[in-house]
């Protein structure tokens, strides 16, 4: 195995992860894991797919994330991840699946209407 690349995607965000056999070091944009996503519950969502598998520390993780916000950055290297480790693994898709890792989330944010302040306010309503 020399080195998996893949790709995930949330809302606007598009993450490239590479992973290669190494000791389980994740950088994020030439930062550090934990240098790029401060809060413990955006950190569990990039380590899921490994925690899940019992991979914790055994590959190392490239990560380039652009787009979006910092919650659908991390949901964005969750989903290239999990689809990294199936493709190493194929029995990694087992304990992947029924988690809904491997689904890519197809909500968007809904586009402004013309002459209303946003996507979903209502019009005037006037009863006369």
Known sequence: MDVVHKIGRRKTAVARVYLSKGKGSISVN???????FP?????????QPFSLTGNDDAFDVKVNVY???IT???EAIRLALSRALCEIDEENRQTLKPEGLLTRDPR??????????????KFQFSKR
């Open 30 to 36: 030439n930062r550090d894991l934990a240098e790029y």
């Open 39 to 47: 809060t413990a519950t955006l950190q569990y969502k990039v380590k």
């Open 67 to 69: 787009g979006g916000g």
């Open 72 to 74: 659908g950055q991390a």
């Open 108 to 121: 968007m944010v809904e586009r402004k209407k013309y002459g209303q302040k946003k996507a979903r306010k």
